[in-house]
Nanobody, 121 residues
Framework: QVLLVESGGGLVHTGGSLRLSCAAS????????MGWYRQAPGEQRELVAQ???????NYADSAKGRFTISRDYAKNTVYLQMNSLKPEDTGVYYC???????????????WGRGTQVTVSS
């Protein structure tokens, strides 16, 4: 079984910073990519940032220049440093991992339970 656990959410004022962490644990053979998605109230879940094996990154336009995704391969952990936060960044942030649980299994998507980020104006 694979478990993704997020931490680091909270309430900040506009212009503040937060650092989200997500640790993957359990039966993991390999991780191809990890990322962060945001779901605002009444909205669909959308990609914020992702990082794949080799270190390539991809950001939503709204995150470029303000957010930085990074990964600790030894700890199976992904981070999202969020600076210059805006009220529109508010939402539940979900960690995502694209991984192979066991060598004989197919690659699958796994999700964390989410962590709330609220940016007050």
């Amino acid at each position: 079984q694979v478990l993704l656990v997020e931490s680091g959410g909270g309430l900040v004022h506009t212009g503040g910073s937060l650092r989200l962490s997500c640790a993957a644990s359990g039966s993991i053979f390999s991780i191809d990519g990890m990322g962060w998605y945001r779901q605002a109230p009444g909205e669909q879940r959308e990609l914020v940032a992702q990082i794949i094996s080799g270190g390539s990154t991809n950001y939503a336009d709204s995150a470029k220049g303000r957010f930085t995704i990074s990964r600790d391969y030894a700890k199976n952990t992904v981070y999202l440093q969020m600076n210059s936060l805006k009220p529109e960044d508010t939402g539940v942030y979900y960690c995502n991992a694209d991984l192979t649980p066991r060598i004989w299994e197919q690659r699958k998507q796994f999700w964390g339970r989410g962590t709330q980020v609220t940016v007050s104006s």
